[in-house]
């Protein structure tokens, strides 16, 4: 009769020793496909700036005002595909870091839940040479993620736009941590 009981209680400790490896490995695939799931980086992009030192006699202010809006746009579809972007509440006016300038752009992307904040410069050096200057910025310390010079080729709405699109794969490779 105790050889009975014995064998009982071995069988009841295989199955609760089962079930507990079952359970440990269903906890260790849900953990899994968790840690997959990250909270998407938030992104204050704000408007960037031009500078033109090219010398050039005709006026393209008209020109590269249209080019800059068209950057911006293209700059921020390129980044909404792996990066969540916040407006920020400037955005209809001037939304540089002239003006309102960076501590009130700061200030604003923090009020609008961004964790970075993406600041920049166009500058234009001549018909053929052209600069981003750009800066992602950790809004939790204030302090640069990264800050790139990248350059372009030509004055034309499609060198603008590749220059748009190789900036936010850029700041998605090297700046979102």
């Not at 992009?45 to 800059?68: I, K, M, N, P, Y």
């Not at 993620?145 to 080729?153: E, I, K, S």
């Amino acid at each position: 009769m105790l050889k009975v009981q014995s064998a009982e209680v071995r069988f009841r400790l295989f199955e609760c020793g089962q079930f507990f490896l079952i359970l440990m490995g269903a906890g260790l695939l849900a953990s899994a496909a968790f840690a997959d799931v990250v909270e998407p980086a938030t992104l204050a992009v704000a408007d960037f700036e031009f500078r033109d030192t090219s010398g050039e006699v005709r006026d393209q202010t008209a020109e590269h005002e249209a080019r800059l809006k068209a950057f911006g746009v293209a700059l921020q579809d390129g980044l909404s595909e792996k990066i969540k972007l916040v407006a920020l509440p400037c955005q209809p006016e001037q939304c540089t870091i002239k003006d309102p300038g960076l501590v009130a752009l700061s200030k604003q992307a923090r009020t609008a839940s961004a964790k970075y904040l993406l600041i920049g410069q166009m500058h234009k050096m001549s018909t053929l040479v052209g600069w981003v200057k750009f800066a992602v910025l950790d809004l939790s310390n204030n302090k640069p993620v990264c800050d790139r010079y990248l350059t372009y080729r030509g004055d034309t709405d499609e060198a603008w736009r590749r220059a748009a699109e190789f900036t936010a794969r850029d700041i998605e490779k090297h700046c979102i941590p």
